[in-house]
């Protein structure tokens, strides 16, 4: 996705600015901003290999959603590695880490402050990154012992390396997708369908589509990376057993036979308005209640589902297609 240079987030615009020229940026809105600049220049590495931002809750309130800055600021950084703290909110995405935003959500959770979060997954991720260990940082690889005017820095090579191994709680020989393969099906096709809408020339509705879309995908993966870090087995299953017709549904439903075709030839459908406003709908509510569930996760509570689609399940056409989505993805 390109980096969207908007007036509509001064606090993007000038994070994506401020980690041009360097690797640190905390937005002058964050309460002690100075204080965790420094701390942060004591582990971040040198290398050019990590970013970190750090932004106030507001930076996210108008974006359309939960990894949007996330997203905008890897497009737009030369660094690999992106960590960025929105509020209370911590994410990370990386070109060389492919557990890098779990690592986030799991010092999230751990409790603690903001700094000794950011901290955390700063080390942890430096110590995985494998452009990091030549860093000049003296934190992110192994520290080589120098020797000046005849005094051995042992020591501090000593205290970083033992930092490193307490801090380093894992070396993943293969990464594993906490989305579901049924799962991660569906949020593929959700992402091939909404360039379909997006391509749709001078239609609002099949942009909102494609926005729609796309904060949906966003969301079914945001959930279940936070219920495989934060939550118990079963409710990543319960949330699996839930997703899993709604989404194949959705899909069915916004699928170029069937919306896309309503949007740009209703006149060969019968009541075209109406279906048209059935799927968005439930887009829609789909969208909501997963969010829902995700703030659920993350107040620790169990996930309540409360979104049927009774309207699209009573179209014989979505059923037929949905159907022959299950049995082309080998369901």
């Known amino acids: 996705m390109p980096y969207l240079s908007s007036s509509n987030n001064p606090w993007l615009e000038d994070a994506v600015a401020g980690i041009s020229g360097q690797n640190i940026y905390v937005d002058p809105d964050v309460?002690?901003?100075?204080?965790?600049?420094?701390?942060?220049?004591?582990?971040?590495?040198?290398?050019?290999?990590i970013a970190v931002v750090v932004l106030p809750g507001d930076a996210a309130r108008d974006t359309p959603y939960n990894t949007y800055i996330l997203e905008q600021l890897t497009a737009g950084?030369?660094?690999?590695?992106?960590?960025?703290?929105?509020?209370?909110?911590?994410q990370a995405a990386s070109e060389t880490i492919d557990d890098a935003l779990r690592i986030a959500n799991e010092n999230e959770s751990s409790g603690g402050s903001l700094q000794d979060?950011?901290?955390?997954?700063v080390t942890e991720?430096?110590?995985e990154t494998p452009t990091s260990s030549g860093s000049d940082s003296g934190v992110a690889g192994p520290v080589i012992p120098l020797v000046?005017?005849?005094?051995?820095?042992?020591?501090?090579?000593?205290?970083?390396?033992?930092?490193?191994?307490?801090?380093?709680?894992r070396t993943p020989a293969v990464s594993i997708d906490p989305v579901p393969a049924g799962i991660r099906l569906r949020v593929?096709?959700?992402?091939?369908?909404?360039?379909?809408?997006?391509?749709?020339?001078?239609?609002?509705?099949?942009?909102e589509t494609a926005a729609g879309i796309d904060a949906l995908a966003?969301?079914?993966?945001?959930?279940?990376?936070?219920?495989?870090?934060?939550?118990?087995?079963?409710?990543?299953?319960?949330?699996?057993?839930?997703?899993?017709d709604k989404l194949a549904r959705l899909v069915a439903a916004l699928d170029r036979d069937y919306l896309l075709d309503l949007l740009t030839r209703p006149d060969l459908w019968d009541a075209p308005d109406e279906r048209i406003a059935e799927v968005r709908e439930a887009l829609s509510s789909v969208t909501?209640?997963?969010?829902?569930?995700?703030?659920?996760?993350?107040?620790?509570?169990g996930l309540l589902f409360q979104v049927s689609l009774d309207s699209l399940i009573g179209r014989s056409e979505l059923r037929d297609w949905e159907r022959q989505f299950k049995q082309s993805s080998g369901e």
């Open 31 to 49: 309460s002690g901003g100075q204080a965790l600049t420094d701390a942060l220049a004591g582990v971040v590495p040198g290398d050019g290999s």
């Open 77 to 90: 950084a030369s660094q690999q590695t992106v960590i960025v703290a929105i509020g209370d909110d911590l």
């Open 117 to 121: 979060q950011l901290l955390e997954t």
């Open 125 to 127: 991720i430096s110590a």
């Open 148 to 169: 000046i005017g005849g005094v051995v820095l042992v020591a501090a090579a000593v205290t970083a390396a033992g930092l490193i191994a307490r801090r380093r709680r």
């Open 188 to 207: 593929n096709r959700l992402r091939e369908l909404r360039a379909d809408y997006a391509a749709v020339p001078g239609s609002p509705v099949a942009a």
């Open 218 to 244: 966003s969301h079914v993966e945001q959930l279940f990376i936070r219920l495989d870090a934060k939550a118990g087995e079963d409710q990543s299953v319960l949330a699996e057993a839930e997703y899993s």
């Open 288 to 301: 909501t209640q997963i969010v829902d569930n995700i703030k659920q996760v993350n107040a620790r509570k």
